[in-house]
Protein backbone atom coordinates (compact mmCIF):
# COMPACT_ATOMS: atom_id res chain seq x y z
CA UNK A 1 0.00 0.00 0.00
CA UNK A 2 0.89 3.52 -0.62
CA UNK A 3 2.11 5.50 1.34
CA UNK A 4 1.32 4.06 5.22
CA UNK A 5 2.54 1.12 5.45
CA UNK A 6 5.51 1.39 3.17
CA UNK A 7 9.07 3.45 2.61
CA UNK A 8 7.79 6.36 0.94
CA UNK A 9 10.64 8.79 -0.69
CA UNK A 10 8.98 12.05 0.72
CA UNK A 11 8.70 11.91 5.05
CA UNK A 12 6.63 14.45 5.01
CA UNK A 13 3.83 13.07 3.08
CA UNK A 14 4.09 10.33 5.54
CA UNK A 15 3.83 12.33 8.67
CA UNK A 16 0.94 14.13 7.20
CA UNK A 17 -0.83 11.27 7.05
CA UNK A 18 -0.23 10.00 9.98
CA UNK A 19 -1.93 13.43 11.14
CA UNK A 20 -4.71 12.66 9.35
CA UNK A 21 -5.19 8.82 10.44
CA UNK A 22 -5.01 10.57 14.28
CA UNK A 23 -1.80 9.48 15.02
CA UNK A 24 -0.44 12.62 16.72
CA UNK A 25 2.66 11.02 18.89
CA UNK A 26 4.37 11.76 15.35
CA UNK A 27 2.93 14.79 14.97
CA UNK A 28 6.04 17.46 13.77
CA UNK A 29 8.40 15.47 15.57
CA UNK A 30 11.84 14.02 13.27
CA UNK A 31 11.31 10.50 13.19
CA UNK A 32 13.07 8.10 15.47
CA UNK A 33 14.48 5.12 15.18
CA UNK A 34 12.11 3.01 16.26
CA UNK A 35 14.33 -0.15 15.77
CA UNK A 36 16.62 0.66 18.86
CA UNK A 37 15.67 -2.52 20.73
CA UNK A 38 16.50 -4.81 17.46
CA UNK A 39 19.70 -5.63 15.93
CA UNK A 40 19.53 -4.52 12.34
CA UNK A 41 21.30 -6.19 9.61
CA UNK A 42 21.11 -5.51 6.02
CA UNK A 43 22.05 -8.52 3.67
CA UNK A 44 21.64 -9.42 -0.34
CA UNK A 45 19.76 -12.18 -0.84
CA UNK A 46 20.33 -14.53 -3.51
CA UNK A 47 17.48 -15.35 -5.94
CA UNK A 48 18.10 -18.72 -7.56
CA UNK A 49 18.81 -16.78 -10.86
CA UNK A 50 21.65 -15.30 -9.28
CA UNK A 51 19.56 -11.76 -8.99
CA UNK A 52 20.34 -10.19 -5.06
CA UNK A 53 17.24 -8.76 -3.49
CA UNK A 54 17.97 -5.99 -0.27
CA UNK A 55 16.50 -7.26 2.73
CA UNK A 56 16.67 -5.63 6.26
CA UNK A 57 16.35 -8.35 9.31
CA UNK A 58 15.23 -6.95 12.73
CA UNK A 59 16.40 -9.20 15.28
CA UNK A 60 14.84 -8.11 18.84
CA UNK A 61 18.08 -7.24 21.23
CA UNK A 62 17.49 -9.77 23.91
CA UNK A 63 16.05 -13.10 22.04
CA UNK A 64 15.69 -15.34 24.72
CA UNK A 65 13.96 -18.50 22.71
CA UNK A 66 13.70 -19.00 19.10
CA UNK A 67 11.40 -16.88 17.50
CA UNK A 68 9.32 -16.98 14.49
CA UNK A 69 10.26 -14.57 10.99
CA UNK A 70 7.40 -12.24 9.98
CA UNK A 71 8.55 -11.26 6.29
CA UNK A 72 7.26 -8.01 4.03
CA UNK A 73 8.07 -8.20 0.59
CA UNK A 74 7.79 -4.44 -0.96
CA UNK A 75 8.03 -2.24 -4.16
CA UNK A 76 8.41 1.05 -1.86
CA UNK A 77 11.31 1.04 -0.20
CA UNK A 78 12.66 -0.49 2.79
CA UNK A 79 15.79 1.23 3.54
CA UNK A 80 14.57 4.25 5.43
CA UNK A 81 11.12 4.04 4.77
CA UNK A 82 7.88 4.14 7.46
CA UNK A 83 8.01 0.03 7.47
CA UNK A 84 11.18 0.85 9.57
CA UNK A 85 10.62 4.19 11.14
CA UNK A 86 7.74 3.64 12.94
CA UNK A 87 7.44 0.53 12.90
CA UNK A 88 8.21 -0.18 16.78
CA UNK A 89 6.08 3.05 18.17
CA UNK A 90 2.54 3.22 19.03
CA UNK A 91 0.10 3.37 16.46
CA UNK A 92 2.73 2.32 13.90
CA UNK A 93 2.00 -1.45 11.86
CA UNK A 94 4.06 -3.61 14.21
CA UNK A 95 4.22 -1.87 17.51
CA UNK A 96 1.78 -5.20 19.11
CA UNK A 97 3.81 -7.93 16.84
CA UNK A 98 6.96 -6.77 17.81
CA UNK A 99 5.96 -6.28 21.59
CA UNK A 100 4.99 -10.31 20.66
CA UNK A 101 8.50 -10.92 20.16
CA UNK A 102 8.94 -12.07 16.20
CA UNK A 103 12.21 -11.36 14.18
CA UNK A 104 11.09 -8.93 11.28
CA UNK A 105 12.55 -9.21 6.96
CA UNK A 106 11.84 -6.55 5.26
CA UNK A 107 12.42 -6.67 1.56
CA UNK A 108 12.77 -4.35 -1.71
CA UNK A 109 11.92 -6.47 -4.79
CA UNK A 110 13.28 -7.05 -8.06
CA UNK A 111 14.03 -3.80 -9.41
CA UNK A 112 12.98 -1.30 -6.28
CA UNK A 113 15.09 0.61 -4.10
CA UNK A 114 18.25 -1.22 -3.13
CA UNK A 115 17.70 -4.75 -5.19
CA UNK A 116 19.35 -5.88 -7.93
CA UNK A 117 16.81 -7.35 -11.33
CA UNK A 118 13.68 -5.56 -13.39
CA UNK A 119 10.49 -4.63 -11.89
CA UNK A 120 7.72 -5.63 -13.67
CA UNK A 121 4.19 -4.32 -12.42
CA UNK A 122 2.33 -7.24 -11.11
CA UNK A 123 4.86 -10.16 -12.51
CA UNK A 124 3.12 -12.73 -13.77
CA UNK A 125 3.41 -16.27 -12.49
CA UNK A 126 5.78 -18.22 -13.94
CA UNK A 127 6.30 -20.85 -16.66
CA UNK A 128 6.94 -23.77 -14.59
CA UNK A 129 8.46 -25.44 -17.34
CA UNK A 130 10.95 -23.17 -17.72
CA UNK A 131 13.59 -24.61 -15.07
CA UNK A 132 15.42 -21.13 -14.27
CA UNK A 133 12.50 -19.17 -14.48
CA UNK A 134 11.02 -16.78 -11.53
CA UNK A 135 8.40 -14.94 -9.88
CA UNK A 136 6.87 -13.41 -7.28
CA UNK A 137 6.53 -16.49 -5.47
CA UNK A 138 9.90 -17.84 -6.19
CA UNK A 139 11.45 -14.87 -4.73
CA UNK A 140 9.41 -15.19 -1.86
CA UNK A 141 10.78 -18.70 -1.76
CA UNK A 142 13.99 -18.17 -1.89
CA UNK A 143 14.00 -15.56 0.46
CA UNK A 144 12.30 -17.85 3.10
CA UNK A 145 14.68 -20.56 2.10
CA UNK A 146 17.59 -18.15 2.91
CA UNK A 147 16.03 -16.45 6.15
CA UNK A 148 15.10 -19.95 7.86
CA UNK A 149 18.44 -21.21 6.87
CA UNK A 150 21.00 -18.40 8.12
CA UNK A 151 18.75 -16.34 10.91
CA UNK A 152 20.07 -17.43 13.89
CA UNK A 153 17.48 -18.69 16.68
CA UNK A 154 14.72 -18.72 14.24
CA UNK A 155 11.92 -21.04 14.92
CA UNK A 156 11.69 -22.43 11.71
CA UNK A 157 7.80 -20.83 10.95
CA UNK A 158 7.86 -17.62 8.47
CA UNK A 159 4.91 -15.52 8.79
CA UNK A 160 4.43 -13.28 5.52
CA UNK A 161 2.16 -9.62 5.73
CA UNK A 162 1.23 -7.19 3.99
CA UNK A 163 -0.96 -4.50 2.50
CA UNK A 164 -1.86 -3.62 -1.20
CA UNK A 165 0.95 -4.49 -3.89
CA UNK A 166 2.89 -5.74 -0.44
CA UNK A 167 -0.56 -8.03 0.36
CA UNK A 168 -0.47 -9.10 -3.35
CA UNK A 169 3.50 -9.94 -2.83
CA UNK A 170 1.89 -12.42 0.58
CA UNK A 171 -0.57 -13.84 -1.75
CA UNK A 172 2.03 -14.62 -3.87
CA UNK A 173 4.60 -16.63 -1.32
CA UNK A 174 0.99 -18.55 -0.68
CA UNK A 175 1.27 -19.69 -4.11
CA UNK A 176 3.86 -23.32 -4.07
CA UNK A 177 4.74 -21.85 -0.59
CA UNK A 178 7.64 -22.40 1.19
CA UNK A 179 7.40 -25.84 3.75
CA UNK A 180 8.63 -23.18 6.24
CA UNK A 181 5.92 -20.56 5.73
CA UNK A 182 2.85 -21.40 8.33
CA UNK A 183 0.45 -18.26 8.33
CA UNK A 184 -0.05 -15.38 5.91
CA UNK A 185 -2.16 -12.24 6.16
CA UNK A 186 -2.96 -10.63 2.67
CA UNK A 187 -4.18 -7.03 3.13
CA UNK A 188 -6.14 -5.26 0.90
CA UNK A 189 -4.40 -7.34 -1.85
CA UNK A 190 -5.75 -6.36 -5.71
CA UNK A 191 -7.10 -9.22 -7.14
CA UNK A 192 -8.67 -8.33 -10.23
CA UNK A 193 -7.13 -5.31 -12.24
CA UNK A 194 -9.89 -4.83 -14.77
CA UNK A 195 -13.21 -5.54 -12.70
CA UNK A 196 -12.44 -3.94 -9.17
CA UNK A 197 -9.39 -2.52 -8.09
CA UNK A 198 -6.85 -0.04 -8.70
CA UNK A 199 -6.97 0.30 -12.33
CA UNK A 200 -10.68 -0.13 -13.66
CA UNK A 201 -13.22 -1.13 -12.16
CA UNK A 202 -16.19 -3.17 -14.66
CA UNK A 203 -13.98 -2.13 -17.44
CA UNK A 204 -14.07 1.61 -16.23
CA UNK A 205 -10.70 3.27 -16.11
CA UNK A 206 -9.20 4.40 -13.00
CA UNK A 207 -7.72 7.44 -14.81
CA UNK A 208 -5.93 9.62 -12.25
CA UNK A 209 -4.34 6.29 -10.57
CA UNK A 210 -3.55 4.65 -13.41
CA UNK A 211 -1.67 7.36 -14.78
CA UNK A 212 -0.25 8.65 -11.78
CA UNK A 213 0.34 5.28 -10.43
CA UNK A 214 2.53 3.94 -13.66
CA UNK A 215 4.49 6.90 -13.40
CA UNK A 216 5.15 6.57 -9.96
CA UNK A 217 6.63 3.26 -10.02
CA UNK A 218 8.05 3.16 -13.96
CA UNK A 219 9.81 6.36 -13.84
CA UNK A 220 13.39 5.27 -11.77
CA UNK A 221 13.65 2.32 -8.76
CA UNK A 222 12.44 4.61 -6.52
CA UNK A 223 9.10 6.59 -6.31
CA UNK A 224 8.60 9.49 -8.29
CA UNK A 225 5.46 11.41 -8.13
CA UNK A 226 4.18 13.24 -11.44
CA UNK A 227 5.15 17.17 -11.77
CA UNK A 228 1.77 18.62 -12.04
CA UNK A 229 1.75 22.23 -12.93
CA UNK A 230 -1.46 22.70 -11.89
CA UNK A 231 -2.79 22.07 -8.05
CA UNK A 232 -6.30 21.45 -8.67
CA UNK A 233 -5.67 17.89 -10.81
CA UNK A 234 -9.24 18.11 -12.14
CA UNK A 235 -8.29 21.31 -14.04
CA UNK A 236 -5.43 19.36 -15.33
CA UNK A 237 -7.21 15.53 -16.17
CA UNK A 238 -9.86 17.91 -18.00
CA UNK A 239 -7.16 20.02 -19.99
CA UNK A 240 -5.28 16.84 -21.30
CA UNK A 241 -8.38 15.84 -23.51
CA UNK A 242 -9.06 12.27 -24.90
CA UNK A 243 -6.51 9.78 -23.08
CA UNK A 244 -4.01 9.41 -26.42
CA UNK A 245 -2.42 12.44 -25.02
CA UNK A 246 -0.70 10.79 -22.05
CA UNK A 247 1.36 9.21 -24.70
CA UNK A 248 1.22 11.86 -26.97
CA UNK A 249 2.76 14.35 -24.54
CA UNK A 250 4.14 12.93 -21.47
CA UNK A 251 5.05 9.21 -21.33
CA UNK A 252 6.02 8.62 -25.32
CA UNK A 253 5.69 5.08 -25.05
CA UNK A 254 7.98 4.67 -21.99
CA UNK A 255 5.86 3.37 -19.35
CA UNK A 256 4.94 -0.08 -19.58
CA UNK A 257 1.58 -0.03 -17.06
CA UNK A 258 0.46 2.56 -19.47
CA UNK A 259 1.16 0.79 -22.59
CA UNK A 260 -0.59 -2.17 -21.26
CA UNK A 261 -3.74 -0.03 -20.12
CA UNK A 262 -3.38 1.32 -24.02
CA UNK A 263 -3.29 -2.21 -25.25
CA UNK A 264 -5.69 -4.21 -23.44
CA UNK A 265 -8.95 -2.08 -23.21
CA UNK A 266 -10.92 -5.24 -22.96
CA UNK A 267 -11.05 -8.23 -20.11
CA UNK A 268 -8.67 -10.35 -22.44
CA UNK A 269 -6.20 -12.90 -21.57
CA UNK A 270 -3.67 -10.14 -20.08
CA UNK A 271 -6.07 -9.02 -17.38
CA UNK A 272 -7.21 -12.96 -16.42
CA UNK A 273 -4.04 -14.08 -16.48
CA UNK A 274 -3.00 -12.16 -13.58
CA UNK A 275 -6.77 -12.01 -11.59
CA UNK A 276 -6.33 -13.96 -8.39
CA UNK A 277 -9.48 -15.83 -8.79
CA UNK A 278 -7.62 -17.87 -11.87
CA UNK A 279 -4.68 -18.16 -10.00
CA UNK A 280 -5.72 -19.39 -6.34
CA UNK A 281 -6.69 -22.94 -5.71
CA UNK A 282 -6.81 -24.73 -2.25
CA UNK A 283 -5.70 -22.78 0.50
CA UNK A 284 -2.53 -24.72 2.19
CA UNK A 285 -1.31 -21.64 4.69
CA UNK A 286 -3.63 -20.31 7.03
CA UNK A 287 -4.94 -17.09 5.39
CA UNK A 288 -6.38 -13.71 6.82
CA UNK A 289 -7.67 -11.56 4.56
CA UNK A 290 -8.42 -8.14 5.72
CA UNK A 291 -9.90 -5.63 4.16
CA UNK A 292 -11.10 -1.59 4.68
CA UNK A 293 -15.03 -0.81 4.17
CA UNK A 294 -14.06 2.25 2.49
CA UNK A 295 -10.48 1.30 1.15
CA UNK A 296 -10.09 3.84 -2.09
CA UNK A 297 -7.85 1.41 -3.62
CA UNK A 298 -8.29 -2.51 -3.00
CA UNK A 299 -11.56 -3.27 -1.44
CA UNK A 300 -12.51 -5.90 -3.99
CA UNK A 301 -9.35 -7.50 -3.87
CA UNK A 302 -9.35 -9.26 -0.11
CA UNK A 303 -12.99 -9.95 -0.44
CA UNK A 304 -12.80 -11.79 -3.79
CA UNK A 305 -9.81 -13.43 -2.56
CA UNK A 306 -11.64 -14.92 0.58
CA UNK A 307 -14.21 -16.16 -1.64
CA UNK A 308 -12.19 -17.86 -4.07
CA UNK A 309 -9.94 -19.84 -1.50
CA UNK A 310 -13.38 -20.26 0.12
CA UNK A 311 -14.72 -22.39 -2.57
CA UNK A 312 -11.95 -25.13 -1.79
CA UNK A 313 -11.23 -24.70 2.01
CA UNK A 314 -11.89 -27.98 3.76
CA UNK A 315 -9.34 -27.80 5.93
CA UNK A 316 -10.52 -24.18 7.35
CA UNK A 317 -8.07 -22.17 6.85
CA UNK A 318 -9.14 -19.07 5.38
CA UNK A 319 -10.70 -15.81 7.65
CA UNK A 320 -12.02 -12.60 6.70
CA UNK A 321 -11.68 -9.71 8.65
CA UNK A 322 -13.67 -6.08 7.16
CA UNK A 323 -13.60 -3.19 9.13
CA UNK A 324 -13.82 0.75 8.99
CA UNK A 325 -11.16 1.68 7.56
CA UNK A 326 -9.51 2.91 4.06
CA UNK A 327 -6.61 1.59 2.45
CA UNK A 328 -4.56 0.08 5.00
CA UNK A 329 -5.78 2.37 8.06
CA UNK A 330 -6.00 -0.92 9.94
CA UNK A 331 -2.25 -0.62 10.42
CA UNK A 332 -1.86 3.31 11.44
CA UNK A 333 -3.60 5.31 14.37
CA UNK A 334 -6.51 3.80 16.46
CA UNK A 335 -9.50 4.03 13.81
CA UNK A 336 -11.61 6.02 15.89
CA UNK A 337 -12.47 8.50 13.13
CA UNK A 338 -12.45 8.25 9.43
CA UNK A 339 -12.79 11.73 7.46
CA UNK A 340 -15.97 13.04 9.92
CA UNK A 341 -16.95 9.62 10.55
CA UNK A 342 -17.07 8.31 14.56
CA UNK A 343 -16.95 4.65 15.14
CA UNK A 344 -17.24 5.20 18.71
CA UNK A 345 -14.11 2.92 19.67
CA UNK A 346 -10.36 2.58 18.40
CA UNK A 347 -11.22 0.08 15.83
CA UNK A 348 -7.60 -0.52 14.29
CA UNK A 349 -5.67 -0.81 17.73
CA UNK A 350 -8.60 -3.11 18.58
CA UNK A 351 -7.44 -5.29 15.14
CA UNK A 352 -3.96 -4.88 16.11
CA UNK A 353 -4.39 -6.37 19.59
CA UNK A 354 -7.21 -8.36 19.56
CA UNK A 355 -7.25 -9.97 16.02
CA UNK A 356 -3.93 -9.67 14.34
CA UNK A 357 -1.46 -10.29 17.17
CA UNK A 358 -3.08 -13.39 18.52
CA UNK A 359 -3.65 -14.89 15.53
CA UNK A 360 -0.68 -15.17 14.22
CA UNK A 361 0.71 -16.02 17.63
CA UNK A 362 -1.19 -19.21 17.29
CA UNK A 363 0.06 -20.03 14.03
CA UNK A 364 3.76 -18.92 14.46
CA UNK A 365 3.86 -19.75 18.25
CA UNK A 366 1.17 -22.38 19.14
CA UNK A 367 0.58 -19.60 21.74
CA UNK A 368 -3.30 -19.21 22.75
CA UNK A 369 -6.42 -21.30 21.17
CA UNK A 370 -8.27 -21.42 17.51
CA UNK A 371 -11.18 -19.47 18.33
CA UNK A 372 -10.73 -17.10 15.32
CA UNK A 373 -14.27 -16.47 13.26
CA UNK A 374 -14.82 -17.26 10.29
CA UNK A 375 -15.63 -13.66 9.25
CA UNK A 376 -15.28 -10.92 11.40
CA UNK A 377 -15.97 -7.31 10.91
CA UNK A 378 -17.37 -4.41 12.01
CA UNK A 379 -20.57 -3.05 11.69
CA UNK A 380 -20.96 0.30 11.09
CA UNK A 381 -23.90 2.76 12.17
CA UNK A 382 -24.12 0.90 15.09
CA UNK A 383 -20.68 0.65 15.36
CA UNK A 384 -20.21 -2.99 16.80
CA UNK A 385 -17.53 -5.92 16.36
CA UNK A 386 -19.55 -8.84 14.96
CA UNK A 387 -18.71 -12.54 13.96
CA UNK A 388 -20.00 -15.14 11.16
CA UNK A 389 -19.61 -18.27 10.55
CA UNK A 390 -20.19 -18.21 6.84
CA UNK A 391 -19.49 -15.00 4.81
CA UNK A 392 -21.40 -13.64 3.19
CA UNK A 393 -24.20 -14.77 5.92
CA UNK A 394 -27.08 -15.95 3.66
CA UNK A 395 -28.22 -17.81 6.68
CA UNK A 396 -29.31 -14.73 8.33
CA UNK A 397 -30.50 -12.51 5.57
CA UNK A 398 -33.43 -12.00 3.58
CA UNK A 399 -32.69 -9.73 -0.04
CA UNK A 400 -34.93 -6.97 0.10
CA UNK A 401 -35.76 -4.91 -2.70
CA UNK A 402 -35.88 -0.91 -2.64
CA UNK A 403 -37.19 0.75 -5.71
CA UNK A 404 -36.96 4.09 -7.31
CA UNK A 405 -40.02 5.81 -7.28
CA UNK A 406 -41.36 9.23 -8.75
CA UNK A 407 -40.30 12.64 -6.96
CA UNK A 408 -37.28 11.27 -6.08
CA UNK A 409 -38.46 8.68 -3.80
CA UNK A 410 -36.63 5.22 -2.42
CA UNK A 411 -39.47 2.20 -1.50
CA UNK A 412 -39.33 -0.94 -0.14
CA UNK A 413 -42.99 -0.75 -2.68
CA UNK A 414 -42.68 -1.81 -6.03
CA UNK A 415 -43.99 0.37 -8.44
CA UNK A 416 -47.67 0.24 -8.71
CA UNK A 417 -48.86 -2.22 -11.67
CA UNK A 418 -50.42 -1.23 -14.60
CA UNK A 419 -48.37 2.42 -14.49
CA UNK A 420 -46.86 3.11 -17.91
CA UNK A 421 -43.00 3.67 -18.34
CA UNK A 422 -41.76 5.97 -16.40
CA UNK A 423 -38.01 7.88 -15.90
CA UNK A 424 -35.77 10.41 -14.98
CA UNK A 425 -33.59 11.47 -16.69
CA UNK A 426 -30.19 13.67 -17.05
CA UNK A 427 -28.03 15.70 -19.40
CA UNK A 428 -24.07 13.78 -18.98
CA UNK A 429 -21.86 16.57 -20.77
CA UNK A 430 -18.29 14.82 -20.68
CA UNK A 431 -16.80 18.49 -21.10
CA UNK A 432 -18.31 19.40 -17.26
CA UNK A 433 -17.78 15.82 -15.79
CA UNK A 434 -19.01 15.60 -11.88
CA UNK A 435 -16.08 15.67 -9.63
CA UNK A 436 -15.69 12.55 -7.63
CA UNK A 437 -14.64 14.50 -4.45
CA UNK A 438 -14.76 18.21 -3.59
CA UNK A 439 -12.41 20.40 -5.75
CA UNK A 440 -9.47 21.01 -5.51
CA UNK A 441 -8.46 17.35 -6.42
CA UNK A 442 -4.65 17.37 -5.06
CA UNK A 443 -2.44 14.41 -6.76
CA UNK A 444 -3.37 11.02 -5.40
CA UNK A 445 0.15 10.82 -3.31
CA UNK A 446 0.68 14.62 -3.14
CA UNK A 447 3.42 15.32 -0.56
CA UNK A 448 1.37 18.32 1.22
CA UNK A 449 -1.39 16.02 2.08
CA UNK A 450 -4.36 14.67 -0.01
CA UNK A 451 -7.86 14.16 0.24
CA UNK A 452 -7.79 10.73 -1.66
CA UNK A 453 -7.49 8.92 1.61
CA UNK A 454 -10.83 10.34 2.60
CA UNK A 455 -12.96 10.82 -0.29
CA UNK A 456 -15.35 7.79 -0.02
CA UNK A 457 -16.71 9.62 2.86
CA UNK A 458 -17.10 13.19 2.09
CA UNK A 459 -20.16 14.40 2.39
CA UNK A 460 -22.29 13.54 -1.04
CA UNK A 461 -24.28 17.56 -0.71
CA UNK A 462 -21.22 18.66 -2.67
CA UNK A 463 -22.90 17.21 -5.76
CA UNK A 464 -26.17 16.29 -4.99
CA UNK A 465 -27.69 19.34 -6.47
CA UNK A 466 -25.90 19.27 -9.56
CA UNK A 467 -28.62 17.94 -12.39
CA UNK A 468 -26.56 15.03 -13.74
CA UNK A 469 -26.98 13.37 -10.29
CA UNK A 470 -30.07 11.74 -9.83
CA UNK A 471 -31.06 10.87 -5.90
CA UNK A 472 -33.79 8.88 -4.59
CA UNK A 473 -34.57 8.07 -1.11
CA UNK A 474 -36.61 6.57 1.64
CA UNK A 475 -38.62 8.39 4.78
CA UNK A 476 -36.74 8.61 8.08
CA UNK A 477 -36.20 4.79 8.86
CA UNK A 478 -38.96 3.84 11.42
CA UNK A 479 -36.54 0.67 12.90
CA UNK A 480 -33.11 -0.28 11.96
CA UNK A 481 -32.39 -1.57 8.68
CA UNK A 482 -28.95 -3.94 9.38
CA UNK A 483 -27.70 -4.44 6.11
CA UNK A 484 -24.78 -7.69 5.70
CA UNK A 485 -23.51 -8.94 2.51
CA UNK A 486 -23.20 -8.58 -1.29
CA UNK A 487 -25.65 -5.43 -2.36
CA UNK A 488 -26.49 -5.44 -5.85
CA UNK A 489 -28.27 -2.70 -8.04
CA UNK A 490 -30.68 -3.71 -11.24
CA UNK A 491 -30.30 -0.92 -13.04
CA UNK A 492 -32.81 -0.59 -16.53
CA UNK A 493 -31.11 2.74 -18.34
CA UNK A 494 -30.98 4.13 -21.97
CA UNK A 495 -28.80 6.63 -23.47
CA UNK A 496 -29.42 8.60 -26.89
CA UNK A 497 -25.87 8.23 -27.28
CA UNK A 498 -23.71 4.85 -28.07
CA UNK A 499 -21.77 4.31 -24.97
CA UNK A 500 -22.30 5.55 -20.83
CA UNK A 501 -21.45 5.04 -17.24
CA UNK A 502 -23.55 4.30 -14.72
CA UNK A 503 -22.21 5.29 -11.03
CA UNK A 504 -24.42 4.04 -8.10
CA UNK A 505 -23.82 5.24 -4.57
CA UNK A 506 -25.72 4.13 -1.86
CA UNK A 507 -25.83 6.25 0.70
CA UNK A 508 -26.85 6.78 4.80
CA UNK A 509 -28.40 10.23 4.96
CA UNK A 510 -28.22 11.59 8.44
CA UNK A 511 -31.39 13.40 10.55
CA UNK A 512 -31.40 16.72 10.03
CA UNK A 513 -31.38 17.23 13.55
CA UNK A 514 -28.15 14.99 14.95
CA UNK A 515 -28.03 15.91 18.35
CA UNK A 516 -24.86 13.48 18.48
CA UNK A 517 -23.14 15.64 16.56
CA UNK A 518 -25.08 18.50 15.42
CA UNK A 519 -22.19 19.59 12.94
CA UNK A 520 -23.20 15.85 10.94
CA UNK A 521 -27.13 16.91 10.66
CA UNK A 522 -27.94 15.51 7.32
CA UNK A 523 -24.59 14.23 6.45
CA UNK A 524 -24.52 12.12 3.20
CA UNK A 525 -22.14 9.11 4.07
CA UNK A 526 -21.37 6.40 0.87
CA UNK A 527 -21.64 3.04 2.46
CA UNK A 528 -21.27 1.32 -0.61
CA UNK A 529 -20.43 2.14 -4.42
CA UNK A 530 -19.62 1.36 -7.54
CA UNK A 531 -18.80 2.03 -11.83
CA UNK A 532 -20.35 0.44 -14.78
CA UNK A 533 -19.29 1.04 -18.37
CA UNK A 534 -22.41 0.22 -20.27
CA UNK A 535 -20.75 -1.03 -23.01
CA UNK A 536 -19.41 -4.17 -21.10
CA UNK A 537 -23.23 -4.45 -19.76
CA UNK A 538 -23.16 -8.25 -21.66
CA UNK A 539 -19.55 -9.37 -21.09
CA UNK A 540 -15.67 -7.56 -20.15
CA UNK A 541 -14.08 -9.27 -23.13
CA UNK A 542 -16.13 -8.05 -25.63
CA UNK A 543 -17.68 -4.38 -25.54
CA UNK A 544 -20.37 -3.44 -27.09
CA UNK A 545 -22.31 -0.12 -28.13
CA UNK A 546 -25.31 0.70 -26.34
CA UNK A 547 -28.46 1.48 -28.92
CA UNK A 548 -29.89 4.66 -28.34
CA UNK A 549 -32.61 5.15 -26.54
CA UNK A 550 -33.26 1.25 -25.96
CA UNK A 551 -33.66 0.30 -22.40
CA UNK A 552 -31.16 -2.20 -20.99
CA UNK A 553 -30.74 -4.14 -17.94
CA UNK A 554 -27.30 -3.21 -16.11
CA UNK A 555 -26.24 -5.73 -13.26
CA UNK A 556 -23.56 -3.45 -10.34
CA UNK A 557 -22.50 -5.14 -7.76
CA UNK A 558 -21.43 -2.79 -5.55
CA UNK A 559 -19.89 -4.84 -3.23
CA UNK A 560 -20.50 -6.68 0.75
CA UNK A 561 -21.12 -4.94 3.45
CA UNK A 562 -21.95 -4.82 7.27
CA UNK A 563 -24.11 -1.71 7.83
CA UNK A 564 -27.03 -0.49 10.45
CA UNK A 565 -29.09 2.68 8.60
CA UNK A 566 -30.39 3.72 12.08
CA UNK A 567 -33.61 4.91 12.92
CA UNK A 568 -34.37 8.34 11.97
CA UNK A 569 -32.15 7.60 9.06
CA UNK A 570 -32.67 7.93 4.95
CA UNK A 571 -31.40 5.62 2.71
CA UNK A 572 -30.53 7.39 -0.52
CA UNK A 573 -29.08 5.81 -3.49
CA UNK A 574 -27.89 8.48 -5.87
CA UNK A 575 -26.89 7.82 -10.15
CA UNK A 576 -24.38 10.17 -12.13
CA UNK A 577 -22.50 9.21 -14.96
CA UNK A 578 -19.64 10.70 -14.55
CA UNK A 579 -16.91 10.42 -11.68
CA UNK A 580 -14.13 12.35 -12.61
CA UNK A 581 -11.06 12.02 -12.45
CA UNK A 582 -11.05 9.43 -10.58
CA UNK A 583 -12.45 7.30 -13.71
CA UNK A 584 -12.15 8.86 -16.95
CA UNK A 585 -14.76 10.28 -18.90
CA UNK A 586 -16.62 7.86 -21.12
CA UNK A 587 -16.55 9.76 -24.08
CA UNK A 588 -20.16 8.19 -24.89
CA UNK A 589 -19.80 7.65 -28.64
CA UNK A 590 -18.79 4.26 -28.72
CA UNK A 591 -15.33 3.83 -30.10
CA UNK A 592 -13.81 0.17 -29.62
CA UNK A 593 -10.91 1.92 -27.75
CA UNK A 594 -11.76 4.27 -25.82
CA UNK A 595 -7.74 4.84 -25.23
CA UNK A 596 -8.24 5.98 -28.72
CA UNK A 597 -10.78 8.34 -29.05
CA UNK A 598 -10.50 11.86 -30.36
CA UNK A 599 -11.57 14.94 -28.84
CA UNK A 600 -14.70 14.96 -31.16
CA UNK A 601 -15.84 11.46 -30.31
CA UNK A 602 -16.28 12.98 -26.57
CA UNK A 603 -20.45 14.17 -26.67
CA UNK A 604 -22.95 15.12 -24.10
CA UNK A 605 -26.18 12.50 -23.94
CA UNK A 606 -29.47 12.31 -22.14
CA UNK A 607 -29.05 9.41 -19.87
CA UNK A 608 -32.53 7.89 -18.70
CA UNK A 609 -33.16 5.37 -15.60
CA UNK A 610 -36.51 4.46 -15.92
CA UNK A 611 -38.38 3.15 -12.91
CA UNK A 612 -42.19 1.06 -13.96
CA UNK A 613 -43.25 -2.50 -13.50
CA UNK A 614 -41.56 -3.36 -16.79
CA UNK A 615 -38.44 -1.70 -15.66
CA UNK A 616 -38.04 -1.50 -11.99
CA UNK A 617 -34.77 0.03 -10.95
CA UNK A 618 -33.92 -1.17 -7.77
CA UNK A 619 -30.81 -1.96 -5.10
CA UNK A 620 -31.09 -5.22 -3.50
CA UNK A 621 -30.33 -5.11 0.04
CA UNK A 622 -29.43 -8.28 2.10
CA UNK A 623 -31.15 -7.51 5.41
CA UNK A 624 -30.48 -9.17 8.58
CA UNK A 625 -33.50 -11.46 9.76
CA UNK A 626 -34.74 -9.89 13.52
N1 LIG B 1 -2.96 0.22 -4.34
C1 LIG B 1 -1.54 0.11 -4.61
C2 LIG B 1 -1.26 -0.93 -5.69
C3 LIG B 1 -1.21 -2.30 -5.43
C4 LIG B 1 -0.91 -3.14 -6.48
C5 LIG B 1 -0.70 -2.68 -7.76
C6 LIG B 1 -0.82 -1.35 -8.00
C7 LIG B 1 -1.10 -0.46 -6.99
C8 LIG B 1 -0.77 0.04 -3.34
O1 LIG B 1 -1.16 0.74 -2.41
O2 LIG B 1 0.24 -0.64 -3.20
Redesign the pocket.
Known amino acids: ??PESNARPIILSFCLCLVVMGASPLRGQTPIDSTVNFTRTTVMIPMRDGVKLHTVILVPAKQAEPLPILMVRTPYGVHDGPSLRYFNTPGGPYKELAAEGYIFAFQDIRGRYGSEGTFVM?RPLRDTSVAQSIDESTDAYDTVDWLVKNVAQNNGRVGVLGV??PG?LTVMASIHPHPAVKAVSEQAT?ADMFLGD?FHHNGAFRLSYGFE?SFELETSKVDTSFPFDTYDTYEWYLKLGPLSNVDEKYFHGTRPTWENFVHHPNYDEFWKSQALAFQLDKPVVPTMNVAGWWDQ??FYGPVKTYETLEKKDTDHLNYLVAGPWN?GGWGYGDGTKLGKIDFGSATSTYYRENIQAPWFAYFLKDKGKNNFAEATTFRTGSNTWETYDQWPPRNRTTDKNLYFRAKGQLSFDPPPSGMKDDFDRYLSDPANPVPYRPRPVEPTYYFRGSGWRTWLLEDQRFVDHRPDVLSWETEPLQEDVIVTGDIITKLYVSTTGTDADWVVKLIDVYPEEYDKDPKMGGYELIVADEVFRGRFRNGFETPEPMVPGKPAEISVDIHHNDHAFLKGHRIMVQVQSTWFPVIDRNPQTFVPNIFNAKESDYRPATHTVYRSPRYPSRIILPVAKQ
Do not use: F, R, V
Open positions: MKQSYWPDYEDH
